[in-house]
């Protein structure tokens, strides 16, 4: 059985609103993530190709609007759902699960994160 560990990442203002910031946990770089009052921890490595997934920009999900016809007319992005999106080949994550968007069977590993007096840790 493996013991695991809590790293301090920083403090919690240090990470901006729907933003977030890298830190290094043991072994391990992680990607800590806020949204409002939530927080969330993956590991910074894409399940496609080991890319620096937490370097990527955080987007709402892609919403394709359809006509009468069901032509699609628009694309906007939907706020109610973030992904984060791998920049080396573009694949999306849920932000809040870590699930890939379009292959639920996908996910990135994810930490639990905490705040205590201000800072942030993640346990690995």
């Known amino acids: 059985m493996s013991v695991r560990?809590?790293?301090r990442v920083c403090a919690v203002e240090q990470i901006p609103d729907r933003g977030g910031v890298l830190g290094v946990a043991g072994d391990l770089e992680v990607g800590v993530f806020r949204v409002g009052d939530r927080l969330?921890?993956?590991?910074?490595?894409?399940?496609h190709q080991g890319g620096p997934v937490c370097t990527?920009?955080?987007l709402g999900k892609t919403v394709?609007?359809?006509?009468?016809?069901?032509?699609?007319?628009?694309e906007v992005f939907d706020e109610g759902e973030l992904h984060l999106v791998c920049p080396w080949h573009g694949w999306e994550y849920d932000l809040a699960t870590g699930e890939m968007a379009c292959d639920r069977r996908f996910r990135l590993r994810r930490f639990e994160v905490s705040v205590r007096d201000g800072i942030v840790y993640v346990e690995v």
Not at 40 to 47: G, I, T
């Open 56 to 58: 990527g920009e955080i």
């Open 40 to 47: 969330y921890a993956y590991e910074n490595r894409c399940a």
């Open 64 to 74: 394709q609007v359809l006509d009468g016809n069901r032509r699609v007319v628009a």
């Open 5 to 7: 560990q809590v790293y």
